[in-house]
């Protein structure tokens, strides 16, 4: 009974017209023509035009995968030619990629990933369906249910993205993925089941070659995004201690009313003791309150014998000091004007 339902599939691949045979010049020139679409005819050909607005679309289309994907993994121990058809249904992906001119989402896994799978699939429908084999398109199209939701989220527009946090955690539910197949494929080298060795090492060196192709593929689209954010960081964090960048903003007070000249102190110094918030009496409006306070450092900046004091700053720094000096000169020309 399993001998004749395993003819039944091969059979199937054999006769259906809309999937070439892997073996056949005609299989060669479609697989050719896929990496040639994805990589170099389709961008060349969006290069000038607008990009395809499918929104709609790609909700209708990712949708459908998720349903696709949950009746092969419901159905998988009878769907295995159907499973086998949906790795060319999965090329829409990329068509999808070029004619919107995401072609930055054409990577090398993709292409890869896109353009093996098909021919890897055959051979296991070919010769080998049912039992063992079936295995990683069980794994495969669990994955594909929560990649073609995550996906039709995505396409449903940016009021969604706030539900789409998770997306590096399906990269590694991926990864994860083929680290089950590994162990599952590479068993039989050890336990004999009467299963051919040569699918063994072919399922078992997909599943190597993909996992390490999804590892670099999370360490530069996370690990190294991390490193770039926390560097920046690093590099902005020196100007923005204690609410600095509000002293940038709070320049446009300057157009405001501004209050009173109040006359200068001979035992002043300098016009700073009011800005830094010393004439209580007098004080400035909007981010000038209190001596710029709320605006450079949260009230702890002063100027003592040409030094500049402040949370975060140490003994000094130069650009601060010049945006109170220009302050200070600001007042003055509006008090002479008044």
Same mark, same amino acid.
């Given at each position: 009974?399993?001998?004749?339902?395993?003819?039944?599939?091969?059979?199937?691949?054999?006769?259906? *017209?809309?999937?070439?045979?892997?073996?056949?010049?005609?299989?060669?020139?479609?697989?050719?023509?896929?990496?040639?679409? +994805?990589?170099?005819? %389709?961008?060349?050909?969006?290069?000038?035009?607008?990009?395809?607005?499918?929104?709609?679309?790609?909700?209708?289309? &990712?949708?459908?995968?998720?349903?696709?994907?949950?009746?092969?993994?419901?159905?998988?121990?009878?769907?295995?030619?159907?499973?086998?058809?949906?790795?060319?249904?999965?090329?829409?992906?990329?068509?999808?990629?070029?004619?919107?001119?995401?072609?930055?989402?054409? =990577?090398?896994?993709?292409?890869?990933?896109?353009?093996?799978?098909?021919?890897?699939?055959?051979?296991?429908?070919?010769?080998?369906?049912?039992?063992?084999? =079936?295995?990683?398109?069980?794994?495969?199209?669990?994955?594909?249910?929560?990649?073609? =939701?995550?996906?039709?989220?995505? *396409?449903?527009? !940016?009021?969604?993205?706030?539900?789409?946090?998770?997306?590096?955690?399906?990269?590694?539910?991926?990864? @994860?993925?083929?680290?089950?197949?590994? @162990?599952?494929?590479?068993?039989?080298?050890?336990?004999?089941?009467?299963? !051919?060795?040569?699918?063994?090492?072919?399922?078992?060196?997909?599943?190597?070659?993909?996992?390490?192709?999804?590892?670099?593929?999370?360490?530069?689209?996370?690990?190294?995004?991390?490193? $770039?954010?926390?560097?920046?960081?690093?590099?902005?964090?020196?100007?923005?201690?204690?609410?600095?960048? $509000?002293?940038?903003?709070?320049?446009?007070?300057?157009?405001? !009313?501004?209050?009173? /000249?109040? /006359? +200068?102190?001979?035992?002043?110094?300098?016009?700073?003791?009011?800005?830094? %918030?010393?004439?209580?009496? =007098?004080?400035?409006?909007?981010?000038?309150?209190?001596?710029?306070? &709320?605006?450079?450092?949260?009230? +702890? @900046?002063?100027?003592?014998? %040409?030094?500049?004091?402040?949370?975060?700053?140490?003994?000094?720094? %130069?650009?601060?000091? $010049?945006?109170?000096?220009?302050? +200070?000169?600001?007042?003055?020309?509006? $008090?002479?004007?008044?």
């Amino acid at each position: 009974m399993k001998q004749k339902q395993q003819q039944q599939l091969r059979n199937q691949v054999n006769e259906i *017209a809309l999937v070439p045979n892997i073996k056949s010049s005609t299989g060669i020139a479609f697989r050719s023509r896929f990496f040639g679409w +994805a990589k170099v005819l %389709g961008p060349r050909l969006m290069e000038n035009r607008k990009p395809f607005h499918l929104q709609n679309f790609l909700v209708i289309y &990712n949708a459908s995968q998720v349903v696709f994907s949950a009746w092969l993994f419901y159905e998988m121990v009878h769907a295995c030619w159907w499973y086998y058809f949906s790795k060319f249904t999965e090329f829409m992906d990329t068509i999808f990629f070029v004619l919107r001119k995401k072609t930055s989402q054409v =990577t090398t896994l993709h292409v890869i990933h896109h353009g093996c799978m098909p021919m890897s699939v055959w051979f296991g429908v070919k010769f080998t369906p049912g039992g063992h084999s =079936t295995f990683f398109g069980l794994l495969n199209t669990f994955v594909h249910i929560v990649m073609y =939701t995550y996906y039709m989220f995505s *396409a449903m527009g !940016p009021q969604y993205q706030k539900y789409l946090w998770w997306k590096k955690y399906l990269t590694t539910l991926q990864m @994860v993925q083929f680290i089950l197949i590994m @162990v599952h494929a590479f068993q039989l080298l050890f336990i004999d089941c009467n299963y !051919p060795k040569a699918f063994v090492w072919w399922i078992g060196m997909h599943a190597v070659m993909f996992f390490f192709l999804f590892n670099e593929f999370y360490k530069a689209a996370y690990k190294s995004r991390l490193e $770039k954010k926390a560097a920046l960081a690093m590099a902005n964090g020196h100007a923005k201690p204690n609410g600095y960048c $509000k002293s940038i903003n709070a320049h446009d007070d300057l157009c405001m !009313p501004q209050p009173a /000249p109040v /006359p +200068a102190s001979s035992s002043s110094p300098t016009s700073y003791e009011q800005l830094n %918030g010393a004439a209580a009496s =007098t004080p400035l409006l909007n981010g000038h309150a209190n001596g710029l306070k &709320n605006g450079y450092a949260n009230g +702890a @900046v002063h100027k003592t014998n %040409g030094s500049l004091l402040s949370n975060g700053f140490g003994n000094g720094n %130069g650009y601060a000091t $010049k945006l109170l000096d220009d302050v +200070a000169q600001e007042l003055k020309h509006r $008090k002479t004007q008044k």
